[in-house]
């Protein structure tokens, strides 16, 4: 970006572009001099700074602000109104919408599919998953195999807009909501917000302190971009069998339990189903997904979104996948996003594949109680 500033403002603006690191070059330092060339900065900073907030088409080959993510949704709705519907399912802590696209034929008889995204903000190739996604079902509906086309898709690719939005503006590394405690803007880990056996097990599965990266907040679901999920979920009256959410980076396939190292009843089925899509993943891009439940792969962790669409919810595929990349953490290449995008695309295919070829789809998890 290029841009004039008048003489007297020069010392206000360079002191206003150091403070917020913002690296800049005067080209020409006096436009009143004898070339008539117009006084210019240049700031060649970090991408994400200069982009424009009104960048509207996404092609996969960048990382895009929220509203370009939104007015993509929206220009899907448009384009295919017989299968694409964009509706708000809530507003965040700052007040800003949570955008949900639902993709279907709205035959009676479909299932559900959920794939969320950006629960944690820096986590950026999760929205732009989800956007491809959404892009390629909409787009090849009608071209589809049954397993996708006998779906209800619900797609969030950003359950966490204004953290999604300061990492795009302030701080690249922002991890939980922009919830307040106190005077202070200090977040809540939303991935340790969710109503099944939040708070428990101690210091080691999540925070009570405000300051730390898992801070679970201060009781179940307190947070209105959790409470959006819970709602949606168990109220849309769709059937959901596969519950997806989409992480960043230790490019893993994770299942319930997060919360304890006791395997869950439907151990195998779910090791058998991320298997599936661990296999469609390498055989699209050579990539390796480790494949387990959370404890297993990853550590303990309470009040997590699988384990409370697995408990509480009963959706018997219920997978946390962390997305690349191991090398490069949350600044993942831009020139991978698209690699990253057909191989998901590919393991989610073959996850509905196998879902639908199981004969019994219920979440075992409580069948005893049930039963009695
Ligand atoms: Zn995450």
């Known amino acids: 970006m290029e841009v004039l500033v008048e003489g007297?403002?020069?010392?206000?603006?360079?002191?206003l572009l150091r403070e917020r690191?913002?690296?800049?070059?005067?080209?020409?330092?006096?436009?009143?001099?004898?070339?008539?060339?117009?006084?210019?900065a240049r700031s060649p900073i970090l991408g994400f700074r200069q982009r424009s907030p009104l960048k509207r088409y996404l092609d996969w080959k960048d990382f895009y602000p929220l509203n370009s993510v939104y007015s993509f949704l929206e220009d899907l709705e448009t384009s295919f109104p017989s299968t694409c519907t964009v509706s708000v399912i809530g507003k965040s802590v700052e007040g800003r919408d949570i955008k949900m696209l639902k993709i279907s034929n709205s035959d009676a008889n479909n299932t559900g599919i959920w794939i969320d995204g950006a629960t944690h903000a820096r986590e950026w190739i999760s929205t732009s998953v989800i956007t491809y996604i959404a892009d390629?079902?909409?787009?090849n509906f009608d071209k589809l195999s049954e397993s996708c086309t006998t779906k209800d898709w619900y797609l969030v690719p950003v359950v966490n807009p204004d953290g999604y939005h300061y990492t795009h503006t302030l701080d690249r590394m922002w991890r939980k909501n922009r919830a307040r405690f106190g005077s202070a803007v200090t977040g809540v880990d939303l991935n340790r917000n969710f109503g099944y056996y939040w708070g428990?097990?101690?210091?080691?599965?999540s925070s009570g302190d405000p300051n730390h990266l898992n801070y679970r907040g201060t009781e179940p679901f307190s947070e209105p971009e959790t409470t959006a999920i819970k709602d949606i979920i168990l109220y849309s009256g769709t059937p959901f069998k596969i519950f997806l959410s989409l992480h960043a980076c230790s490019e893993v396939i994770a299942f319930p339990w997060c919360h304890t190292a006791e395997p869950c009843p439907d151990y195998v089925n779910l090791l058998e189903g991320g298997t599936a899509m661990a296999k469609a993943i390498y055989e699209c891009s050579g990539r390796t997904y480790k494949v387990g439940n959370f404890k297993d792969i990853m550590y303990f962790a309470c009040g997590t979104s699988i384990d409370w669409s697995y408990g509480t919810a009963r959706i018997p595929f219920s997978y946390l996948v962390e997305l690349r990349s191991k090398?490069?953490?949350?600044?993942?290449?831009?020139?991978e996003i698209i690699d990253c995008c057909t191989e998901v695309l590919s393991g989610v295919k073959a996850l509905i594949e196998f879902v639908d070829k199981k004969k019994c789809l219920n979440c075992a998890v409580n069948a005893k109680k049930l039963r009695q």
């Not at 007297?8 to 002191?15: C, D, H, I, P, S």
């Not at 090398?327 to 020139?335: A, G, H, M, S, Y």
């Open 8 to 15: 007297t403002r020069t010392m206000q603006v360079e002191k």
């Open 21 to 40: 690191d913002i690296r800049f070059e005067v080209l020409v330092s006096d436009t009143n001099g004898a070339t008539g060339v117009p006084r210019r």
């Open 136 to 139: 390629h079902i909409a787009r």
């Open 200 to 205: 428990r097990g101690g210091s080691e599965n």
């Open 327 to 335: 090398q490069d953490r949350f600044l993942l290449p831009k020139e």
